[in-house]
């Protein structure tokens, strides 16, 4: 089949790679000039386990507040009336309970297989590292992670808890000055650099004959026949099918087919900074449970992740929050970073619909397909979820269950 892409993420590359391997001639419309340009440009790089990363899905972390001193999310320049109800959504549903919980932490696994099988046979070296710490201040830091810990023993995932000294084996950089109550370890959790994994399977990718329009922004899909229209081009290109990958873009490019996907931008942010002292720096991924902060080691750079703001995509940085992952760094990996140079500082867009599961499958008009919304998870759930909806195009029934990852579910 002739199929088109709108996209070029972690969600689009990974998904040109399933379709081209499956044999279909594929083009990726792509409004940046380079691949992972966007939300997947600067992740923390988590993959697999999915539910204890910052802002998974509701009730698995501590609530979402948005006044006071234990405030988690803010309310940045440009906020509206969507983000309110969605945070609305968000915290209604929190207090209901897993939800698809279980369900989406099984395409993590599935997907974070998918991701090593896929690096080990290109030969993709992304600065993969195993296992995860999850760091815990307090008691009541174990008490917010049990719903999202009972749905990974559900799913299958190995949870040890471990007191201070044993964290300290397993991260040895880690300051014995900052008090720690204990901590989580998931030995089978894995991290990584999602832009350089999208990068390399784009140059793979390309190499192998998927077409790549860079600099090409797709003005609105065509339904009767199937296809793309493309700024400036009076008429639309025609493809046996369109699979919609385009991140937060995503829902302005649905209504002409009046379909809805109530999504929003959680805005976060991520500090990289060059190694400085490798035996006081992270030796995989540890995430600060209190903080919802990560920090990640990526080959020779440390980055550390976080915060939770709603607003517009050009809000200024907000110092404060920057400020706070410098702090969390400090506590934890004091001397492992570089900080005087060098140093990147990003804001990205986490798509979340309000239940924080993506949508993956059929849009409903034949030939188009949706793989998009993937929030806080996307290069997790990222090879999986292109996986399956190759598997859908092609007609064959995913490996993986997709019950409830539907657009039906809005
Ligand atoms: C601070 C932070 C930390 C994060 N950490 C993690 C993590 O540790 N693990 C994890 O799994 N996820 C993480 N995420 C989430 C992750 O970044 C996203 O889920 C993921 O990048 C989404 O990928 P995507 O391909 O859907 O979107 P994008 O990367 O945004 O890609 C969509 C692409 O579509 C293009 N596009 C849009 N409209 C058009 C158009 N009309 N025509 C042509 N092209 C178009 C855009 O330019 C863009 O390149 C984090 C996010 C943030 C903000």
Redesign the pocket.
Known sequence: MKIAI????????TTAYELSRDGHEVTV????NA?????????????AP?LT??WSLPGMAPAARLMGAQSTVRLAQGFGRADVSWLWHWKRLAKRGPGPATALERLAQYSLARTLEIATEHELDFEASPGRLLLLRTEQDRAHLQAALQCLRDAGVAVQEIDAAAAQKLEPGLSPETPLAGAISLPGAA?GN?RLFAQLLRQGTQAGGVQFAFG????RLATNPVGVAVQGEATPRRFDAVVL??????A??LPVLSLPLPMTA?????VSAPLREDTHAPQASVVDVQQQI?I?RLGLRVRV???AELGSADAEHHAPTVARLYRTLNDWFPGGAQLSGGVQT??????LLPDGAPVIGASGIPGLWL????????????SGSARAIADLVAQRSPEINLDGLGLRRF
Do not use: K
């Open positions: 709108v996209g070029a993420g972690i969600i689009g590359v419309f792509e409004q940046r691949a992972a340009e966007d939300a997947s440009f600067a992740t923390a790089g988590l993959l999915l990363t910052p991290a999602c090409t922004r797709v003005e990958c385009a991140g937060m873009a995503s302005a490019l959680v805005y976060g942010y991520s990560s990640t992740a976080g915060g990003w804001r990205g867009a986490r798509t793989n998009t919304g993937h929030g806080t998870g996307g290069f997790a759930l990222a």
